[in-house]
């Protein structure tokens, strides 16, 4: 059944490192979006695109941080360098988008557990 | 900036108890989704809501979208372990933003 790929599951780097995160939409979704999760802060959005242009990474720290669609079936989350402080669960999700005032659900991949030591 | 507040943060209940988790946001939503996580797992959608006073129900979870569209609800009826996880909702600000910005969420565990 169809349904939004990310890998690795699981990353440790040392601190210094570049981290890049992978995400394989649900084909035929134009929306992708890009989440943080931590405890202290819950579900972060970093970025999302549509149709393969980026339309808001305002929660992204822009100095480490960067997202990109090659392609309709790839997202590419990196960080360079990575920080302690980046440890967290990294989750994509992918969806239709709006259709009309309604926007419909966005399924979410199994995450990314990152590691920064 | 949008932002979307969820309490209680935490919520523990004994098997058969109701749960009740509620959504406020700071500005008008054009509509409301709500998410479960199961420790360990990744959100899944469970409803969207979007108009306003709309109530939906599966099963022992009923959903309420408020009459300004700012707040919304999800409760449940008679809990059972299989409930236990964290509730999220996630809304859409109006003016055709595609941006869904999630609560913080509920976390729910139920004892036995």
């Known amino acids: 059944d169809a349904r939004v790929t990310q890998t690795p599951r699981h990353k440790v780097t040392e601190m210094g490192q570049e981290v890049t995160m992978r995400c394989q939409p649900i084909l035929g979704h134009n929306t992708v979006f890009w989440y943080r999760q931590t405890m202290m802060q819950g579900l972060e959005l970093l970025a999302y695109f549509r149709n393969r242009a980026p339309l808001d990474d305002s929660g992204m720290p822009k100095d480490r941080f960067s997202a990109e669609m090659p392609d309709a079936t790839l997202a590419t989350l990196k960080i360079q360098p990575s920080e302690p402080r980046d440890s967290a669960v990294y989750f994509c999700?992918?969806?239709?988008?709006?259709?009309?005032?309604?926007?419909?659900?966005?399924?979410f991949g199994q995450g990314t557990r990152l590691t920064v030591v | 900036g949008q932002q979307v507040m969820q309490i209680p943060q935490y919520q523990h209940v004994q098997e058969g108890e109701d749960f009740t988790t509620y959504c406020n946001s700071s500005?008008?939503?054009?509509?409301i989704q709500w998410y479960k996580q199961r420790p360990g797992g990744h959100p899944v959608f469970l409803i969207q809501?979007?108009?306003?006073?709309e109530v939906k129900k599966q099963k022992r979870l009923t959903f309420q979208f408020g009459e300004a569209k700012k707040n919304s609800s999800l409760h449940i009826t008679a809990t059972q372990t299989t409930d236990v996880g964290t509730y999220f909702c996630a809304g859409l600000t109006q003016g055709g933003s595609e941006k869904l910005v999630f609560g913080k969420g509920t976390k729910l565990t139920v004892n036995p």
């Open positions: 809501l979007v108009k306003s006073g």
């Open positions: 500005t008008t939503l054009s509509n």
């Open positions: 999700a992918s969806g239709l988008g709006r259709v009309g005032p309604v926007n419909t659900e966005a399924f």
